[in-house]
């Protein structure tokens, strides 16, 4: 199940293990700048150890969603490109159907996170660019909408509602059973204040823990809710589909509908056409236009080579026993790692144009490989 999981990018820069891109210094760069602030200056084994004694509280320090936004120099705030783990944004793995062939349950709540990197302040509607008129209609039909209001409404379809659809469809293209949901619901103690269900304001639903939330506030309604949303995934986590015997059915996403489960604050949980399709739709169009533009010569990136076979100068070939021992992962970022059976390495790689791929040098191991090994041969 994925939770205000956005879909496309991750949050927020991201960054390579070791090298600084633009701005962006390196995730080990910024290793270093967050052990000087708990005051490890060292080098190897000995700043290794001084880390590991840290206690949970220091390493915490004033660690949070905000922290890793407005100190980039000490947190990495997300995953990195690591070339091995990390290989690729979410984009293009689900694009290139290299995403984990399971069942999925994806969502967002109606008022979640913004863009943290949001378009024109000014002038929101200028991201939909030739579509701008047309956003307006759909955004803002009479002209009226406050412009703080506009930039967080296009900004949260950028980043959270529309990228889970995008997940939603990529993974249904590929077999996998998919329920799409949008969480409305609004404790009533929080009402009217409240105008939608903020980011994370689903959790006390999710594990049923309304007390611990919202202690004697807690309403009869809360619980319904509460008892039919944690139902629901308790379900998904045990079958891999959450529906049961006792709840309102909530069917497959299905991409040629509108349909989605929505968790209301007057209906409970109903499946019903999406409101909000036009904004998404917009959305998609732009979020796929800059998915093509960029795609030229990050083909390889998120991809990875096994030998087949090496053929020298001389007509000679050399033939691996396991092609997996043999083995060039391309990262997203111009890093790439290697495997030469025992042995391992980093390197560099770009490509200017379709078939054309160069390599920069490449920093590798020298263990001594078991008999057989092409090791030394490459």
């Not at 891109?21 to 190897?44: M, R």
């Not at 949980?269 to 010569?297: M, N």
């Not at 096994?306 to 033939?319: A, E, P, R, V």
């Not at 391992?344 to 200017?352: E, L, M």
């Amino acid at each position: 199940a994925v939770l205000s999981g956005g879909g496309r990018t991750l949050m927020p820069e991201v960054r390579s293990l070791s090298t600084t891109s633009g701005q962006l210094s390196s995730a080990e760069e910024t290793g270093v700048e967050f052990a000087k602030t708990v005051g490890i200056t060292t080098n190897g084994i000995e700043a290794l150890k001084a880390l590991r004694a840290l206690p949970a509280a220091r390493v915490n320090g004033d660690m949070s969603m905000m922290a890793l936004i407005t100190k980039p120099k000490t947190y990495t705030g997300g995953p990195v490109l690591d070339g091995q783990i990390v290989t690729a944004l979410p984009e293009e793995i689900f694009r290139r159907g290299r995403a984990t062939k399971v069942p999925l349950l994806i969502g967002t709540t109606s008022q979640d996170l913004p863009a943290l990197f949001p378009p024109d302040r000014a002038n929101p509607l200028s991201y939909f660019g030739a579509d701008a008129e047309r956003a307006k209609a759909v955004y803002d039909p009479s002209g009226n909408l406050p412009l703080p209001a506009l930039l967080a409404t296009v900004s949260v379809d950028m980043t959270m509602h529309e990228p889970a659809r995008f997940v939603a469809k990529q993974m249904t293209a590929r077999g996998n059973s998919v329920w799409l949901y949008r969480f409305g619901y609004i404790a009533e103690s929080l009402r009217p204040k409240a105008t939608g269900a903020e980011h994370a304001s689903e959790l006390p639903y999710m594990f049923d823990t309304l007390d611990t939330r919202y202690g004697k506030e807690a309403t009869e309604k809360d619980r319904a809710t509460a008892h039919a949303f944690h139902l629901y995934f308790a379900n998904f986590a045990k079958t891999g589909d959450p529906n049961g015997s006792s709840l309102p059915n909530w069917p497959k996403f299905d991409p040629a509908r509108t349909d989605l489960m929505q968790f209301t604050p007057g209906e409970g949980p109903v499946v019903r056409a999406d409101p909000w399709t036009d904004r998404l739709d917009l959305v998609e169009r732009v979020a796929d236009s800059e998915a093509s533009s960029q795609s030229t010569s990050s083909d390889l990136g998120g991809t990875s080579w096994q030998l087949i076979k090496f053929q020298g100068s001389d007509d000679k070939t050399l033939t691996p026993d396991e092609k997996n021992k043999y083995t060039i992962a391309f990262g997203t970022d111009g890093q790439l790692t290697a495997r030469i059976d025992c042995n391992r390495g980093v390197g560099t790689w770009k490509s200017s144009g379709t078939n054309q791929v160069e390599f920069g040098p490449l920093a590798l191991t020298r263990a001594m490989c078991p008999p057989g090994s092409l090791h030394d041969q490459i």
